[in-house]
Each structure stands twice: as C-alpha cells, then as structure tokens.
C-alpha cells in the first residue's frame, strides 16, 4: 500500500525522524493562515499525489512569500500532474502540503527496501540526492552505497559508519546521520514497510539532518497488525478496477496491453503473461480468479477485463485443478449473457472436468469463442486475435 509524503512524514515524526514544519491543504482559502502558522518567510508548495518527481513536472514549487504561496497553492489544487510515474494520464491534485522551507547545505538519497535475493533489508544511500536514483544506478553506479542488515542483530553502528564514510561526512555529521539512519530502520521494521526512500534526504547549513521528502510503501500482507495504517489509504489514488477486483478477491492488477488474461493461479497467470510476450503480444492485465473461484466470480473478472477499451482479445487459461473447468465455463456462459463480449475469446480449459466444460460451451454457441489446444497454442491466438487478424 502506498501513502502520501505528507502522511509518511506524519510517521517519521512518531518516530522523531527529523521534518520541516508542514500543513495539508485542500481549499486555497486555508493557504494563507497555513503559512502563518508554519512561521518563517520561505515555503515549499508540494501536490500530494502518489507518484514522484513533482518537482520537475511544476508539482513543487518554492513560495518567497504569501501571495506566492497563495499563487502556488491555488495553481497546483486541481491541476492534472504528469510526471514520469504517472502515465500519460498523470493525476489530479486533491491535496498540497505546504512545509516550511529548508536551507540546503547539501542532498543526498537513503531508502530501505527488502532484497529478495539476499533475503536481507538494504540500506542505500548516495552522494546523488534529489535526483531519480534509478538513473544514477544505471550511469553512475559506483556512487551508490548499499549495506544489507541482518535482521536478528539489526541496524549497528558499522553499518552507520560504512554509508556515513561513502558520504564523506564529518566526525559530527556522522554521529547525526547515525541517529538517523537507525531510527529510520526503526520506522521501516515497525511499520511492516516494504520500502522507504527518502529523496533528497538534507543536511540543512545548521548541519542537521532532515528529510525533505519522503515515500514509505507499507507490506499489504502485514496491513492487517496496523488498522491505524490502512486508514491512511487514499482510494482516489488508486486504480478503480483494482479496488472493485479486491471487493471480489480477485487479484488483478492492471497492464497497458490489448491482451485481456482470466487464469487461475498466480504462477500461471504470470507465465500467461510471458508466453503473451513470447509471442510479441503484451498481455492488458494480471488476473488470478483464485482457487474456489465461483460461476459468480469469474464473471466479474470478465466485467473488469472488459472495462480496459484497451482489450481487444481475452484469453481464458485455466488450469482445473481445484477450481473445476466446469464452473469456469458456466462463469463464461453467465458473464457473456449479461454484458455483451464483442471480442474474441480465447479459450484453454484443461484439467479437471475439461471434457465438460467444453460441452457447455459447445452447447452455448458464444459467439467470437477460439478453442485452443493448450498454451501455447492459446497464446499465439490470442495475441493474432487481438491484432484483429483473425476473428
Ligand atoms: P519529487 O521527488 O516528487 O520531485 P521532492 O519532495 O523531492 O519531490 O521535491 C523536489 C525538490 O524540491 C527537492 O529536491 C528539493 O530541492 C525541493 N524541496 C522540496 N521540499 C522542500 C523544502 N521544504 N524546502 C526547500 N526545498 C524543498
Ligand atoms: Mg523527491
């Protein structure tokens, strides 16, 4: 689960990681007494949207005084932000933190994130704050710092002197940043999150440390021991098909392809996926239907797939093992008799009750039904369906 800066900086305070002085705003009348309240005579305007780089897409701007703020506030409440994490689409601004402007001395990067390989938390850090640190892990690798923590024996201060000492801090500086970091590793444990990353974390000219900005996803499988963090969700935010699959336990997440996907099983939906790809196809979702799925639930699946303008195909790949094939297709039997399914359906039903299943749908005369033999075959339809090559 994602939050907002805003929001992630509530927790860090809890905790005591260092953040400017912020107030969220929805209404521009509420801008003014806002600054006055926060104190100083320099803001920072920044769109609450979950996404990153605001600041290049005019989503963080700096006022110099009121009326700037006021200014700012009122371009950015409501504007469409597109940034490189939004897609084209970009997203409208519903909220704007207005935080007391920092003097920077210097930016740097830290974040915390699990490494699955290493079955181990990270922490990164680099001389390269403020900027997108994919990029400088892909050009400039060697100014990243990472240290993998073991998680019986925790954060320790070796692990604070090896990122302190690769960004050249100073004696105090390092001492500083120490508390820091291992507070913030506190934040990461507790919280259940899956990743932290503060971008540009500061050290301001008093020589503190400070976090500027701040993005923490939380482990959706853990939400359950941290009601008090679920309620931070933001479902304006989120993809409406996706929260309708999760009220159905479907697990669907959403993809940019033409290739609509109904499997049972998250390994074979995701090897659907790659053998979409395989054939140069690209797959417009992920789908598991999940093991007990019901006629009913299977044709909601439908209904989300078909919300995507965007597919021009659906291939059906199941499996039966527990979910039997015969309950699929009076699913695919239901679904097409209410909404109407005007693209072609590609269908690979195998495994228990197969046989059955393939006379119901026999019998049903669907329109727009492919048969196919087995994945592959089922693949490479769907994709030459889906170019509209073949009905
Ligand atoms: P994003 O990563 O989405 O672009 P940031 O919160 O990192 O948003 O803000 C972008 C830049 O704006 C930062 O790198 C920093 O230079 C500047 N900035 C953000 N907040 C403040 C602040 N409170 N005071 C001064 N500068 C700020
Ligand atoms: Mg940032």
Known sequence: MKVHEYQAKEIFAQYGVPIPPGKIISQEEKAEAAAKEIGGNIWAVKAQVHAGGRGKAGGVKIAKNIEEVKKFVSEILGMRLITHQTGDAGKIVKKVYLEGGVAIQTEFYLGIVLDRTLEKPVMITSTEGGMEIEKVAEKNPEKIIKIAIDPLTGFQNFHARKLAFGLKLTKEQQREFSKFASTLYKVYLETDASLIEINPLVLTQENNFIALDAKINFDDNALFRHPEIIKLRDLDEEE?????????NLSYVKLDGNVGCMVNGAGLAMSTMDIIKYYQGEP??????????????VAKGFDIILRDPNVKAIFINIFGGIVRCDRIANGILEATQKTEVAVPLIVRLDGTNSEKAAQILKNAK??????????????QKAVIAAKGEQK
Do not use: H, M, Q, R
């Open 240 to 248: 409406p098909s996706e929260i309708e699959a999760k009220k159905f």
């Open 284 to 297: 417009a979702n992920f789908l598991d239907v999940g093991g007990n799925a019901s006629a009913e639930t």
């Open 366 to 379: 669907i329109k727009n039904i492919i048969y196919a033999s087995n994945l592959a075959d089922g693949a």
